[in-house]
C-alpha cells in the first residue's frame, strides 16, 4: 500500500519544492488572467463589435506569439538540462540563439501582419451579423492590431529573458515584471478606452496601447534585473560580448526546435481555422467564444504552470542524468495536476452563470456563454492531461513526437471535425463546441499509451 502510494504522491519535501517553483508562475498568471477578464469586461463594455474585432484580432496575433514560444521552447530544452548539468558556457550560447530566432521571426510576422492583417481580420466576418455591424468590427479590429504590432518585439525579447531565467530555477524576478505590466496594463486601459485623466477616449484603440505600453514597462523590469544580478545569473555574463553560437550546437537546438516551432505555428492555424468556422454560426457565437476564452485562461492558471513545472523538473533531472527520478518526478506531477483540474472543472462550472453576467453583450451572447463555460469545465481535466502529457514528452527533447501528438493530431482530427460540422450539419455553436472539446478523449488514450513507454526520458545535452 506504502509502495503503491509513494509511486503516485509524493512527500511533504517533493510538495513543497513545487509549490516554491509553481507559487510564482501561479501568481504571476492568475493576475494576468484575471486582468484581462477585467480588460474584457473593460471593452464588452463598448459593445457586441469591439469585443468581437478585439477577439479576432488578438486570435490572428496569437499564431506569431505561439510561433515564438515553439521555437524558443526547443532552445528551452537545452537551457534547462544544461542548468541542470552546470554548464554556464551552453546557457549562455543557448541564450544568443534565442535571441537570433526570436528577433527574426518577429520582424518578418510584422512585415506579413501589414501586408495581410485587413484580409486576416475580414475572413473572421463572413457569417450573420445578428445584428451588429461588420463594417465597425473590421474597422475597429485593423486599428488594433496595428497598434499591438508595436509591442511584438519587447513581447519576444520578455519571453526570452523571463523564459531563461524560469529553466534556471529563477520564477520570482519574472513574476515581478509581469505583475508590474499588468498594472500598467490595467490602469492605462481605464485611461485610455474610457478617456480618464484628461485623456483621449480611444476605445479599442486605446486597449492595444496600453497593453503595448505594458510590455516594454515588463522588458525593462527583466531585462535590468538580469544584468544587475549577473553573480546569480552567470550565463547573462558577456552574452553580448560575442555573438557566438557553437555550429554543433545551433544545429541540434534547431533538429529539436524547428518541429516545436512549426507545431506551434502549424496548431495555432488549426485554432484560428476552428475559430473561423466557430464564427460562420454569427457575431454572437464570436462574442461568446471570446468571453468563455477569456474565462478558460483564468481557470487555467494552474494548469499552464504544471506545463512549466514539467519543463523545468523533469529537463533538470534528465541533463543531470537523472532517468529514473525524472521520470517519477514527472508521474507524481501528471497526478498532482489531474486531482487540481477536477476541483477547478468543478469551479468553472459553479461560475458559469456568473461569468457572462460582467459583460454588456445582449441575453442571446450571455446564455451561449453560460453553456460554453459549463462544457468548458466538464472537459478541463481531459485538457490538463493532454497539457502535462505534450511537456513530458517535450522535455526530453523529442519534439517530433509532440509535433506529431500536438499539431498532427489538431489538424488530422480537431479541424477536420469542426470544418464538417459547422459546414456539413445544422447543429448549433454549443452543440458544435461540445463535440470539439471532448474529441480530446482519443488523444487522452495516446498520451497514456506514450507516457506508459518510457521512451520520452532521455538526455539531450551530454554529448555537448
Known sequence: ????????????????????????????????????????????????????????????????????????????????QFYGKGDMDGMRHTFRFKLYFGLSITVLAIVIYILFGEAFIASFLRGESNGGDMALALREGKDYLRIMLWGQIPFTLVQIYAGTLREAGETRAPMVAGICAICTNLFLNWVLIFGHLGAPQMGVRGAALATVISRYVELAIVAVHTHRHTDQYIFIRGAYRSGYVPGRLAGRISRTGVPLLVNEIVWSLGMTFINQFYSTR????????????????????????????????????????????????????????????????????????????????????????????????????????????????????????????????????????????THFTGMSIVEIYFCVQFIDVVKLVIGLLMLRSDFWARNVVKDI
Open 1 to 80: 500500500m506504502n509502495m503503491n502510494k509513494s509511486r503516485w504522491f509524493g512527500d511533504k519535501h517533493f510538495y513543497r519544492s513545487v509549490l516554491t517553483l509553481l507559487i510564482p508562475i501561479i501568481i504571476q498568471q492568475f493576475i494576468s488572467s484575471f486582468v484581462s477578464l477585467l480588460d474584457n469586461v473593460m471593452v464588452g463594455s463598448l459593445g457586441t463589435e469591439a469585443i468581437s474585432a478585439t477577439s479576432i484580432a488578438n486570435t490572428v496575433l496569437s499564431v506569431l506569439m505561439l510561433a515564438i514560444f515553439g521555437g524558443l521552447s526547443g532552445a528551452g530544452i537545452f537551457s534547462a
Open 282 to 421: 454569427g457575431l454572437n457565437a464570436v462574442a461568446a467564444l471570446n468571453i468563455t476564452g477569456t474565462a478558460w485562461n483564468l481557470f487555467c492558471v494552474i494548469m499552464f504552470a504544471m506545463g512549466s513545472a514539467v519543463s523545468i523538473m523533469v529537463g533538470q533531472r534528465l541533463g543531470a542524468g537523472e532517468l529514473q527520478e525524472a521520470r517519477d518526478t514527472d508521474r507524481k506531477l501528471i497526478v498532482l495536476t489531474e486531482i487540481i483540474h477536477i476541483i477547478i472543472g468543478a469551479a468553472m462550472v459553479i461560475a458559469a452563470p456568473a461569468v457572462p453576467r460582467l459583460y454588456n453583450v445582449t441575453p442571446e451572447v450571455r446564455d451561449l456563454t453560460r453553456q460554453m463555460l459549463i462544457i468548458a469545465g466538464i472537459s478541463l481535466p481531459l485538457h490538463s492531461f493532454a497539457h502535462v502529457t505534450y511537456f513530458t514528452i517535450r522535455s526530453g527533447g523529442r519534439t517530433l513526437i509532440t509535433f506529431l501528438f500536438d499539431a498532427v493530431y489538431t489538424w488530422a482530427v480537431t479541424v477536420t471535425l469542426a470544418f464538417c460540422l
